[in-house]
């Protein structure tokens, strides 16, 4: 028998709870089964990549078996409802809060309704393109062009973390050309194939994309009709230059640094520059018990002293960034008040 | 052809967007409604007129015991499900219990002529099957069960 | 060809390992493809990008092929493609031809399977250039064709459309979904049922409440009174011949050209593929009549179909980074997990990781056919357990499989329920199912792209001036849906003549 063979079937019965050995005697913080729902449905994306990172690290540090479950925000904030005892555990970023600042169905307020756990990483990747051969050089460009009666068309997911650049870029238009933000007007899609899709129909001037599922874009050559080019990665500067320095593909963290701020500025009011960090972090039922937070902070903290975590996240281009979930809770709710006053003014 | 280029034109309201195909469909689908009523109605009123759909309907056979006990015993086991599953959270218990007192009813409900040796098979089917599901579905391939 | 000779065994195990456990899940009703990739794909974190790909692509194969196992034998697609494969599947099986009709399927698997490979590896980079040619309103286009095409499989022509439109309507529940490009709000739902419906129900449950449970309703109603499906003895003259295909080329190259296309451009839904090609077969016979009443043909057409998929659908994921249906959606996991980014350089860029998926694709072909060809025998004795023991235990897939399908939500399982209620109460009232589905899964693409197209472009118009591939496209509808006009007229009047 070869020997991978061996190892996966191995791993895959390692796995199952078959093998696992019973609950100990004492009473446990934790369930044996943990299950972390997560507010996407899809499993190519970037929360389900890092909850499978975290979830598969907790596995192995508590000895029990913690299983990621897309099943979509509505049905990940039910399925924490129901569960005191911390049997199931929700994973997501910052579209919990701000789909509730932006006022869209099925986001309650968090803060409110849910107690916040653990931050554990960030995907700095969020980013905006142009074609190839597109007159807007740079954001610069394209914010002199809406002040100038230009109609600048930004293809976003509405109501999502994607749409905060939006709303940033009209703020800014706002704040230098008074009047003139009009000119920046959303193309409503979902999908990146769609927002793709428009740009090289050539019915959008600017999408929203990532750097992971955009960087190939940059690199084909200038005459092919799917050629982008990087405009804008709204991640903060300090949060980018974790990042390895070989940066993702063939462009380097040098090169994804011309795009963020300060080298690109879209301003919040006249002095700072908008950047904003897309953080994954743990939800839980409001009345949780005490000892299951403090059992899943402690397995954290382990994990993230003992340092493997970071590298697997950071291969992904994720950034390691843990926070126990009481730093967690001021940290992220001063986030969303300043967050709420930015779209709060551009409403 | 201008004023046909006029005609063509609208104008999306993205607030209201989620009503427009709805609303198309629903009017495509009463006016098929009516279509249906203009061709099929004469026919179908004629054969109540002369009987022919009533003696339709009394010929109708149906099976009351098998079919409201496999309603009934459905629905009890959607609803013990989750119930169930709470005793021992995302293991998949509820899944399992259930499915065997489930199995089992169900069986016995539909079988016919019942003898020993069908009241074995019956037993060993309904705890045989829904074990090997769970041990399969919720251990190895780790499926989320109630 | 040397990567052939670089992979060890193990490569080869991991393949036939997915396959099977692919066959596995396709063949059980309520578990899909897409659902076998997305529960063994933590499994491939110990595995590197090569052997999780295996894994993957096995599982991947396997689960389309799967499907057609219950279609044919119980009359339940085991996946959402295979519906088509029910129509001449089953009722080859009650004449007594299980074998017979899954060997026919088994085939034209390959065939589709291999076709599809084929294409993927000489002409991914073309066709990728092609497929983003077809904006918002080819796409409606299409989809639009895909509806029509329920006018020529229905039995009685305004019912069914009424059937079909219903599955749209239905297909509509819930918000205008936002990770579509919708604006988020509800429709049709009233606001008290939106804890439940809030993203509408889902397809599988919908599905294998709508031929499952009816399926076991229908007989509870009638009293479970045969013993087993079929009692049929299997007569010599009904075993399974190479001679079945003879003729059957261009049907073949058709329905796996159709698959291979459907599955190339992104969201236009698998399942279309073999809805479109098993019309199309129906459409281009000499005797339409026989569709339907067991005509190996509507086997042919659907099975390579549904194969010639799964080649397409990784053309926009290994070219473009875009998955083409739900299945490769899932797939594009194992990249990101393994760090590998796919786009429009992958082939280029990663040419060692794309040769060793062209092979596994075509082993793990090559291997469905093998385990299957000579699995059937055995496999086809299940119509011969007594249905009080079949029952029970497809009511358990059934719940497992609408369970899982969004991970865990009860409502789904309560979907099951209802479907399978609306089934058996509607085809008493004259719904049919097959146009009722279609139309449902159809649905909500054909709202976006429709929508979308209108927004963007702002006039009516723009869905005749958009492209050539836009008229060419109005040209098939017209076509199809004269088609259908002229053979019901035709039939009418046959059977005038009939009575007069």
């Given amino acids: 028998m070869n020997r991978l063979v061996?190892?996966?079937?191995?791993?895959?019965?390692?796995?199952?709870?078959?093998?696992?050995?019973?609950?100990?005697?004492?009473?446990?913080?934790?369930?044996?089964?943990?299950?972390?729902?997560?507010?996407?449905?899809?499993?190519?994306?970037?929360?389900?990549?890092?909850?499978?990172?975290?979830?598969?690290?907790?596995?192995?540090?508590?000895?029990?078996?913690?299983?990621?479950?897309?099943?979509?925000?509505?049905?990940?904030?039910?399925?924490?409802?129901?569960?005191?005892?911390?049997?199931?555990?929700?994973?997501?970023?910052?579209?919990?809060?701000?789909?509730?600042?932006?006022?869209?169905?099925?986001?309650?307020?968090?803060?409110?309704?849910?107690?916040?756990?653990?931050?554990?990483?960030?995907?700095?990747?969020?980013?905006?393109?142009?074609?190839?051969?597109?007159?807007y050089k740079n954001m610069e460009d394209v914010i002199q062009a809406a002040g100038h009666d230009k109609r600048i068309r930004v293809a976003i997911q509405p109501g999502g973390v994607s749409a905060l650049g939006y709303t940033a870029l009209k703020n800014a238009v706002e704040v230098r050309f008074p009047g003139k933000e009009g000119n920046v007007v959303p193309?409503?899609?979902?999908?990146?194939?769609?927002?793709?899709?428009?740009?090289?129909?050539?019915?959008?001037?600017?999408?929203?994309?990532?750097?992971?599922?955009?960087?190939?874009?940059t690199r084909l050559p200038a005459d092919d009709q799917k050629a982008m080019r990087f405009v804008w990665i709204t991640a903060r500067q300090q949060t980018l230059q974790q990042a390895d320095p070989e940066g993702l593909g063939q462009t380097s963290r040098e090169q994804l640094l011309n795009y963020a701020t300060p080298a690109v500025s879209v301003t919040l009011d006249g002095k700072k520059n908008f950047a904003f960090d897309k953080e994954f972090f743990f939800i839980y039922n409001a009345d949780i018990k005490p000892e299951a937070v403090a059992a899943i902070d402690k397995a954290l903290a382990d994990i993230?002293?003992?340092?493997?975590?970071?590298?697997?996240?950071?291969?992904?281009?994720?950034?390691?960034?843990?926070?126990?979930?009481?730093?967690?809770?001021?940290?992220?709710?001063d986030k969303a008040d300043e967050t709420r006053k930015l779209i709060d003014k551009i409403k | 052809m201008d004023t046909l280029a006029e005609l063509l034109k609208v104008q999306i309201d993205f607030e209201q967007s989620h009503l427009l195909f709805p609303s198309i469909v629903e009017w495509v689908l009463g006016g098929l409604m009516l279509a249906i009523i203009v061709v099929h109605g004469p026919e179908l009123l004629a054969q109540w007129r002369n009987g022919a759909l009533r003696s339709c309907l009394a010929k109708w056979q149906v099976d009351k015991k098998r079919l409201f006990g496999c309603l009934a015993l459905t629905l009890a086991y959607f609803i013990a499900m989750e119930p169930v599953g709470t005793l021992y959270p995302n293991s998949g218990i509820g899944f399992l219990l259930t499915s065997i007192v489930y199995g089992f009813a169900l069986s016995r409900l539909f079988v016919h002529d019942i003898n020993r040796r069908k009241w074995m098979l019956i037993a060993l089917s309904s705890v045989l099957t829904p074990l090997f599901v769970w041990v399969v579905f919720a251990h190895l391939f780790r499926i989320t069960l109630p | 060809m040397e990567a052939l000779f670089s992979l060890d065994l193990s490569y080869y195990l991991l393949v036939s390992l997915g396959v099977l456990i692919g066959i596995i899940f396709g063949a059980i009703p309520g578990m899909t493809a897409t659902m076998a990739v997305a529960v063994c794909l933590p499994m491939t974190y110990a595995l590197d990008l090569n052997h999780g790909l295996a894994l993957l692509l096995g599982l991947y194969v396997g689960g389309i092929s799967g499907g057609l196992v219950p279609a044919i034998l119980i009359n339940i697609p085991g996946t959402p493609s295979s519906i088509t494969t029910t129509f001449d599947g089953y009722p080859m099986t009650l004449k007594g031809e299980p074998?017979?009709?899954?060997?026919?399927?088994?085939?034209?698997?390959?065939?589709?399977?291999?076709?599809?490979?084929?294409?993927?590896?000489?002409?991914?980079?073309?066709?990728?250039?092609?497929?983003?040619?077809?904006?918002?309103?080819?796409?409606f286009l299409i989809i639009l064709f895909a509806l029509t095409v329920i006018a020529s499989l229905c039995t009685r022509l305004l019912v069914g459309i009424f059937s079909g439109v219903l599955g749209v309507w239905v297909s509509l529940f819930?918000?205008?979904?936002?990770?579509?490009?919708?604006?988020?709000?509800?429709?049709?739902?009233?606001?008290?049922?939106?804890?439940?419906?809030?993203?509408?129900?889902?397809?599988?449950?919908?599905?294998?409440?709508?031929?499952?449970?009816?399926?076991?309703f229908g007989e509870a109603e009638k009293g479970v009174h045969d013993e087993a499906t079929t009692s049929v003895k299997l007569s010599k003259d009904k075993r399974f011949s190479w001679s079945v295909f003879?003729?059957?080329?261009?049907?073949?190259?058709?329905?796996?050209?159709?698959?291979?296309?459907?599955?190339?451009?992104?969201?236009?839904?698998?399942?279309?593929?073999?809805?479109?090609?098993?019309?199309?077969?129906?459409?281009?016979?000499?005797?339409?009549?026989?569709?339907?009443?067991?005509?190996?043909?509507?086997?042919?057409?659907?099975?390579?179909?549904?194969?010639?998929?799964?080649?397409?659908?990784?053309?926009p994921l290994l070219s473009l980074g875009i998955p083409g249906d739900s299945t490769t959606a899932v797939l594009i996991g194992a990249f990101t997990l393994q760090g590998i980014q796919v786009g429009p350089l992958f082939i280029a860029e990663h040419t060692d990781v794309w040769n060793t998926m062209m092979l596994g694709l075509v082993v793990a072909n090559l291997i469905m056919f093998a385990i299957m060809y000579y699995a059937i025998r055995h496999i086809s004795k299940v119509i011969m357990i007594p249905k009080y023991l079949l029952y029970p235990?497809?009511?358990?897939?059934?719940?497992?499989?609408?369970?899982?399908?969004?991970?865990?939500?009860?409502?789904?399982?309560?979907?099951?329920?209802?479907?399978?209620?609306?089934?058996?109460?509607?085809?008493?009232?004259?719904?049919?199912?097959?146009?009722?589905?279609?139309?449902?899964?159809?649905?909500?693409?054909?709202?976006?792209?429709?929508?979308?197209?209108?927004?963007?472009?702002?006039?009516?118009?723009?869905?005749f001036t958009k492209s050539p591939i836009a008229l060419f496209l109005w040209g098939l509808i017209a076509l199809s849906v004269g088609y259908s006009v002229y053979s019901t007229m035709k039939a009418k009047r046959a059977s005038a003549k009939d009575t007069v």
């Fill in chain 3, 99 to 139: 074998e017979k009709a899954l060997k026919i399927g088994i085939v034209s698997s390959l065939v589709g399977g291999l076709f599809s490979a084929a294409v993927l590896y000489y002409f991914a980079p073309t066709l990728a250039d092609w497929a983003i040619k077809f904006s918002y309103v080819e796409k």
């Fill in chain 3, 246 to 315: 003879k003729g059957q080329t261009i049907n073949l190259l058709r329905s796996s050209t159709i698959g291979t296309f459907i599955g190339l451009l992104p969201g236009v839904g698998g399942s279309a593929a073999s809805v479109l090609a098993y019309s199309q077969a129906k459409n281009f016979s000499d005797d339409p009549s026989k569709f339907g009443t067991g005509h190996p043909d509507g086997v042919i057409a659907s099975e390579s179909s549904n194969n010639g998929l799964t080649g397409g659908a990784l053309i």
């Fill in chain 3, 393 to 463: 235990g497809i009511m358990m897939m059934c719940v497992v499989g609408a369970y899982a399908i969004n991970s865990g939500i009860m409502f789904d399982v309560w979907t099951l329920f209802l479907f399978g209620l609306i089934g058996w109460i509607g085809v008493k009232l004259g719904l049919e199912i097959a146009p009722f589905i279609i139309g449902f899964i159809l649905g909500p693409s054909a709202e976006v792209y429709f929508v979308k197209s209108l927004e963007s472009f702002g006039t009516l118009a723009i869905f």
């Fill in chain 1, 6 to 135: 061996l190892k996966f079937v191995a791993s895959t019965l390692a796995a199952s709870s078959l093998l696992a050995t019973p609950a100990a005697a004492e009473q446990k913080a934790l369930a044996d089964n943990l299950r972390i729902v997560i507010g996407s449905t899809s499993t190519g994306g970037d929360t389900y990549q890092v909850s499978a990172i975290v979830a598969e690290a907790l596995s192995k540090k508590l000895g029990i078996n913690a299983k990621v479950d897309p099943v979509g925000p509505t049905a990940a904030l039910q399925a924490i409802s129901k569960s005191a005892d911390g049997s199931t555990v929700m994973l997501f970023h910052d579209q919990s809060y701000v789909g509730n600042l932006y006022g869209v169905r099925g986001f309650p307020d968090i803060f409110k309704e849910y107690k916040i756990g653990p931050t554990v990483a960030i995907n700095p990747g969020d980013a905006f393109l142009v074609p190839a051969k597109s007159p």
């Fill in chain 3, 174 to 216: 819930g918000v205008y979904d936002m990770a579509k490009g919708g604006n988020g709000e509800l429709r049709i739902v009233p606001e008290v049922l939106s804890v439940f419906l809030e993203n509408g129900f889902s397809l599988l449950p919908v599905l294998i409440g709508l031929f499952g449970l009816t399926v076991i």
């Fill in chain 1, 304 to 333: 993230y002293a003992e340092g493997a975590i970071q590298g697997t996240l950071k291969k992904s281009f994720f950034i390691p960034n843990f926070m126990p979930a009481k730093d967690a809770q001021t940290y992220l709710k």
């Fill in chain 1, 187 to 217: 193309v409503n899609t979902g999908s990146q194939a769609d927002k793709n899709q428009l740009l090289f129909d050539g019915n959008a001037d600017l999408i929203n994309g990532s750097v992971q599922a955009n960087e190939q874009y």
